[in-house]
């Protein structure tokens, strides 16, 4: 009797043994899933919060970006602004060029001597024609490209030359060394030529002299 006792409970064991063991085992993997739960979820978390990160900087990006090119754009705005102006400033000086064209057409639509008259000190100044003598107060001269110029009353002295003239041309003050007062006479002068004058002479006919009329402004 107590050997069959012993069996039975050998038996009841055996099978409360076999069915405890799957649950036990999912006891287990229950338990150790509960365990990797919080650590997946932190994963989870992490990750989330990972891409919110990289979602925020690129946003942060994207308004750096746009705020550059924005940047960008106000200073192509400025620039065109201020290249605008320029041509407003050359048309504004460019607007100034028909007068002074017309002002040089003006010169250049005055009368010029014919023929171009020396003369003493007397003798008027004017534009000189064969009927109205009047010496040329215009005068240049082709071969220095120099004014002429004239003093009345004085004539040059006779120790005068080219170098002298070279030297000297235009000032009066150094001029003046060698110019002798002699009233009426008038004395004429360019860098490289000199005449004492003192009745009136037709220039062309002095063939030395390459001094013509510049033109008088009517």
């Given at each position: 009797?107590?050997?069959?006792?012993?069996e039975l409970l050998d038996?009841?064991?055996n099978k409360f043994c076999r069915l405890?063991?799957?649950?036990?085992?999912d006891?287990?993997?229950?338990?150790?899933?509960?365990?990797n739960r919080p650590r997946e979820e932190k994963e989870a978390a992490k990750a989330a919060s990972s891409g919110e990160r990289a979602r925020v900087s690129k946003i942060s990006t994207k308004h750096?970006?746009?705020?550059?090119?924005?940047?960008?754009i106000i200073k192509d705005i400025i620039n065109e602004k201020n290249f605008a102006k320029n041509p407003v400033k050359c048309i504004s000086k460019c607007s100034t060029l028909p007068a002074e064209t017309n002002i040089t057409s003006i010169h250049a639509q005055g009368k010029r001597c014919c023929p171009a008259y020396l003369g003493g000190s007397t003798a008027p100044y004017g534009i000189g024609t064969n009927i109205s003598q009047k010496t040329c107060d215009r005068l240049r001269c082709t071969a220095c490209d120099f004014r002429v110029l004239h003093y009345d009353d004085y004539q040059w002295d006779k120790s005068c030359d080219y170098l002298f003239f070279r030297n000297n041309m235009p000032e009066f003050s150094k001029l003046r060394t060698k110019m002798v007062k002699k009233k009426g006479t008038r004395s004429y002068a360019c860098q490289c030529s000199w005449r004492s004058i003192d009745e009136l002479t037709d220039v062309s006919a002095d063939r030395e002299l390459r001094w013509v009329c510049s033109k008088h402004a009517e």
């Open positions: 009797m107590a050997d069959d006792l012993d038996e009841v064991e405890a063991k799957p649950d036990c085992s006891a287990v993997r229950t338990s150790g899933e509960t365990k750096s970006n746009e705020e550059e090119d924005l940047d960008e």
